[in-house]
């Protein structure tokens, strides 16, 4: 397994992450956690060492698979999770809350139910209109003092939130959407986190399973798969983008890949910093994603999805509003 840096943090990763939501929350009913072990497992045995989770995935279940799952190899591992929300008697989430003290409540939540003494990668899941952002990262700072968490990253903020809470402590790691159909950190966010040294983990880099080719206007979505209300996951959408997948497949025959593959080689090609998550239930689908450290696509096929993708204009928002709203989109 090839290994990446996030920025200039010196934190090593593998150059694949496991994103471990869909095991227990947002695709449906939670994978049995036999076989969610079970996979999790097979990723580590693959050469899989940073594995992604949250309090909100469950909530808490996700964090609580993780603990069991990585107990036999805790320190060959790395584990970052996420703070920022606040969730009601029936587990949905009722708004976001960053303040110093709930901050501090989540890390020792979450540091029980990982079965772990330190999180190796606290991010703040969402910017918290609410709380100064210099609160926030100066709170995690005294959380790294106390040697509960050895790094800080944030979600899906601004590149002036970036450098605000870098000024404070160091920021490790931007986690933030980013893939073939979501090119907007390439504006501005990338260009901040490659001065400042941070490196950036995007989650969604198969485009919540669109960009793997499997996903077409007949596909059928469950009630409890959130991607049923998604703008860009309705039928006329996909159908529409599917244009999209066409260039990816056709660039991936080229080179012996599959779409998802290919995908994730040209995430991978962008910056020597940049360590996606992909997220799988399925063994075969594991074993695939990882395949795709092994496919370089030359200068010219790179130019060639990156202008063809830019030339394809993407039906639907990537959230409705309500949840646009919800997270501080």
Known sequence: MQKRKLGKSGLEVSALGLGCMGLSYGYGPATDRREAVKLIHAAFDRGVTFFDSAEAYGPYKNEELLGEALAPF?????IATKFGFEFNAEGGQSGMNS???HIR???DAALKRLKTDVIDLFYQHRVDPDVPIEEVAGTVKELMRE?????????EASARTIRRAHAVQKVTALQSEYSLWWREPEAEIIPTLEELGIGLVPFSPLGKGFLTGKVDAATRFGENDFRSQIPRFAPEAREANHALVALIRKVGESNGATPAQTALAWLLAQKPWIVPLFGTRRSERLQENIGA???????????Q???????????????????????GL
């Open 74 to 78: 805790r320190d060959k591992v790395v």
């Open 99 to 101: 303040r110093p003290e």
């Open 105 to 107: 409540q989540v890390a």
């Open 147 to 155: 040697g509960k968490v050895r790094h800080f990253g944030l979600s």
């Open 293 to 303: 450290l092994s496919v370089t696509l030359p200068p010219d096929d790179l130019d």
């Open 305 to 327: 999805l990156s202008a063809g993708a830019a030339a394809i204009a993407i039906a639907g928002a990537r959230y409705p509003e309500a949840m646009l709203r919800r997270s």
